[in-house]
Nanobody
């Protein structure tokens, strides 16, 4: 079992940056693949990025490549999502998630979820 808590969301203007953090407690953090997902009103939850257990493998959705970076610090039990050059279409609730298996981009593959943090980007 692992508990996840996201932080760092907020209201920003287009072009600004935010860094989301997800802190984990419970079982050893380094045994989990971590993912970031987002869900905008009226839309399905979509993957933003994912990172393997020790950070050697990462995935970023095409919509955020070149703007977002995913990283993790296993010593701090934390995964990060650095978001630069934010656009209004990035507005959504952002969730972090954990799974015990290999890296996956499917939200159905993740076993544990945080409560989400709102990111709103104004134009």
């Amino acid at each position: 079992q692992v508990q996840l808590v996201e932080s760092g969301g907020g209201l920003v203007q287009a072009g600004d940056s935010l860094r989301l953090s997800c802190s984990a407690s419970g079982r050893t953090f380094s045994t989990y693949t971590m993912g970031w997902f987002r869900q905008a009103p009226g839309k399905e939850r979509e993957v933003v990025g994912a990172i393997s257990r020790v950070g050697g493998g990462t995935y970023l959705a095409d919509s955020v490549k070149g703007r977002f970076t995913i990283s993790r610090d296993n010593a701090k039990n934390t995964v990060y999502l650095q978001m630069n050059s934010l656009k209004p279409e990035d507005t959504a609730v952002y969730y972090c998630a954990a799974r015990g298996g290999i890296l996956s981009t499917s939200h159905a593959a993740y076993d544990y979820w945080g409560q989400g943090t709102q990111v709103t980007v104004s134009s």
